[in-house]
């Protein structure tokens, strides 16, 4: 039985990440970082998560879902012994949502005044600490995750553009529930991938508002990015925009106010 290896958070994205961009598109933030533990010691953890990516796209194409209660309590286990009760696809996408949840002060300690007032404020605001929101995390947040295996060759599957939200809530109520993160991280970074694509433009706006720029990020190992979870994003497989043969991402969605 080939021991577990778990993800160190601390060597995953440390207090002071290789950050490559911190920048502003339409009014939106972004950023994009490098997770130097994807990448260390032959890269063997990021080999795990890539043969775990495979077997599960072999059984299943769904999402899942890790509430923050689960997260919590796993926290609170100082031994380390309840992480063997997760998989390291489910450890990668918990320790992402506590590094985000830390880093764009999303915890759950303002008053009921304040997440009003930052809810009907300007979120986007780029002098703002937060990269793509200022919401607080509740009882019913938590991290949303899934993988893509694209396959190697001339026939490239791409990943139609759309918007992450409560597909259920969507389809049942016509409302639209929306992350309020939405991260990309590479775990391969072969020549000729499609990009992901980022568009300034959410659910609510008008189908003929112009969209006036772009965010185009190509694959690279162990590279991370991280998006205002309400834009339409995707991964066209148009030629043109082709840079960077075999592709696995992990994507992971963070909620706080809207799970």
Aim: aromatic content about 6%; overall charge negative; glycine content about 6%.
């Amino acid at each position: 039985v080939e021991e577990k290896e778990h993800i160190d958070l601390s060597r995953l994205v440390s207090s002071n990440p290789c950050t490559e961009c911190h920048s502003t598109m339409g009014g939106y933030n972004y950023a994009s970082f490098t997770l130097p533990a994807l990448v260390e010691n032959g890269g063997k953890l990021c080999q795990n998560l890539i043969r775990q990516a495979e077997v599960l796209t072999d059984h299943s194409r769904d999402t899942f879902w890790i509430p923050e209660d689960a997260i919590n309590k796993t926290n609170a286990n100082n031994d380390g012994n309840e992480d063997d009760e997760w998989c390291d696809l489910e450890i990668f996408a918990k320790q992402i949502y506590q590094q985000h949840i830390q880093s764009y002060s999303l915890q759950r300690t303002r008053s009921n005044n304040e997440e009003q007032k930052d809810t009907k404020g300007d979120i986007n605001n780029a002098s703002k600490s937060s990269a793509t929101a200022a919401a607080v995390a509740s009882s019913s947040g938590g991290a949303e995750w899934w993988v893509q295996v694209k396959p190697a060759g001339q026939t490239h599957a791409p990943v139609d553009l759309h918007y992450d939200k409560d597909e259920v809530l969507a389809e049942t109520f016509g409302l639209g529930s929306f992350p309020t993160l939405s991260t990309v991280t590479y775990l391969t970074g072969e020549e000729d991938n499609s990009p992901t694509v980022v568009f300034p433009h959410t659910y609510h706006d008008e189908e003929d508002h112009g969209i006036g720029s772009m965010l185009l990020s190509c694959a690279r190992r162990a590279k991370h990015i991280v998006f205002d979870g309400r834009l339409l994003h995707g991964a066209p497989a148009h030629p043109s925009l082709r840079k960077r043969s075999n592709s696995t991402n992990v994507q992971n969605n963070v909620e706080s106010n809207n799970g």
